[in-house]
């Protein structure tokens, strides 16, 4: 890794530094304040504020009804809710530290006082973090890594949000520049660092398991020069703290460990599944909604072998130890990537780390991500409520199909199933599959060419996945198409007939409910002379159909289980979509 030079560090001084740091947060700043003020007031965000709104009026943590209906008044919000969302008793089931801090601002200012909170204090972990990351790479990679997380999916929405997520994303800036400062390997830092570790689970449940793994790395590498007596201190303080975390749990929530339970099945089975949802889930992955940020991912993982010292190697274990905590998350009712925002001072570090590499080659390469990423940031600055409304389909994708209608890249990607009643484990692993391999490809390809005898292999590999992608996404709707939608009884049916055989990519159903629709499923059949081919798929405005498959003909059936459950009943219209290049007629239009 190259460190930053003299006179790298001549050409920007610390001031130099402060003012372009200081630009970049205004340029936030200026987008929040005149392009994402009203952000839409739903999700979790309802109950933190509710938990704030009790506390100076005397109200604990549970806001009568009157109060509630004075601040979403006040604050001129739409919500649905006439009562309190915290109730008048009972336990909670967020953590409370964050609106806590934020019950002041909620209390003079209302929600738009307590989310220009969280822009502060977001803002202060982009200073931090950028500190952070000078300790490493030079001014350029530095403040660059900072402006692609900043600027993408998910933290430019939790800057703007009152969300514990940016408290825990400030809180890693800190762990990150602890950990690269060096400090954690000095003995006088110990029982200090002990301290500070330990108190991250009580400001987030989804903190523990990495503040445990920080907490061992630090005592691993001070263990040889620390006495006896203090090392005892160390584990005497962890356990301290973690028996006070039991009652701090047990009194507000119920539960030895609350404020975070699991949404699906905890098992190693269920892992594969969740990993891929977790990093590519159209909802809340974090490649679909900010595909640049892969570089961040690659950097920290395949390049960590060129880097001997120890404190890249403990940035990846904290990461690691973060995202095997976000496996069991679904990001709720929340805007995209929402489980995210805490990691993302490691996937800066890693976007830095890529950005530091020698050599053109990759950097070349990976320009159709940053290309797309700018198209996904132009959407998001015309479309914010996109990123919140993908709940059967990819709604950013989409709104891009309608601005550049020969790409849809969004059909391929796979949703998290075990929001849907009836699943298994593995419901998510078919469109997944094929898009972690392509990107596996793409990335395999980043790692070939950063080694000097392996450039050409590396960049074939890469120019092979970003091919796959094009091949997949440059659609044509299908002309001359006989389409139909028909309802007997309960059942509602949509009918194409098409003039000729085609191989089919997408059905895209107009359908003006589509974000708010129930969780469903489709019987869809593929109709080619004699012979049809069925599966069952998931209810969606945008219906992926089977790859190298010919067909004449198309059905997409509908049986609800109960009246209240119907999706197609709000359909207006459909089309098919056909890719523009076909295995049969390689290298033209088909």
Known sequence: MRHPDPANNRAHAPGNAAVSLAALLLALWAVHALILGKLAFTGDEVRYAAYGLGIFHGQGFHPSDALWRE?????????????????????????????????????????????????????????????????????????????????ACPLIFYLRLFFAEILLFTCNCLVLLFFLSGRH????????????????????????????????????GVRKKLPRSRQLAMFGIAAGLFVLFLLYNKALFGLAVGGGNPA?????????????????????????????????????????????????????????????????????????????????????????????????????????????SLCLTCVLFKFPNAFLDSRNYSVPFDKLFTLLPCFQFGYLLPYDFLDHEGTTLYASLGLGLGVAAVLGLFAAGQVLAA??????????????????????????RVENVATSITRHGDAYFLNYALSRPSDLAFVRID????????????????????????????????????????AKGVMIAETPPSPDKRWLDTATGAALYRRMISMKNWGKPF
């Open 71 to 151: 601040m979403v008044a006040d604050s001129g919000l739409t919500t649905p809710l006439a009562a309190s969302p915290a109730g008048h008793a009972g336990r909670l089931i967020h953590s409370v530290v964050y609106p806590v801090l934020g019950s002041p601002a909620l209390t003079l200012a209302g929600l738009d006082g307590a989310r220009w909170l969280s822009f502060a204090v977001g803002a202060l972990g982009l200073v931090i973090l950028y500190k952070a990351l000078r300790l490493r790479f030079p001014h350029g990679p530095s403040l660059a890594a900072v402006a692609g997380v900043a600027f």
């Open 185 to 220: 390997k000095n003995p006088a830092n110990a029982l200090w660092a002990a301290l500070g570790l330990c108190l991250l689970p009580f400001v987030h449940v989804k903190l523990s398991l990495e503040a445990a793994t920080a907490f061992l790395i630090v005592y691993a």
């Open 264 to 372: 699906f099945p905890v098992t190693l089975l269920a892992v594969p599944d969740r990993v891929l949802t977790n990093l590519l889930d159209m909802r809340h992955g974090l490649i679909p909604n900010a595909p640049h940020l892969l570089l961040g991912l690659i950097g920290l993982f395949c390049f960590i072998w060129k880097d001997k010292d120890q404190p890249e190697s403990s940035i990846l274990v904290l990461f690691v130890a973060y995202f095997c905590t976000m496996l069991w998350a679904n990001g709720s009712e929340a805007y995209a990537a929402r489980n995210w925002t805490a990691a993302m001072p490691f996937v800066a570090f890693g976007l830095a780390r890529w950005l530091d590499e020698p050599g053109r080659v990759n950097k070349w390469l990976a320009l159709p991500l940053f290309l797309l």
């Open 451 to 476: 080694r000097s005898r392996l450039v050409r292999t590396g960049a074939a590999a890469q120019a092979l996945a970003l091919a796959v992608i094009v091949f997949f996404s440059l659609v044509t």
């Open 511 to 550: 359908n003006p409910d589509a974000a708010m629709k129930p969780y469903g499923f489709f019987t869809l059949a593929l109709i080619d002379g004699q012979k049809s081919v069925t599966s069952r798929v998931r209810a969606s405005a945008v219906v992926p159909l089977p790859p190298f498959t010919t």
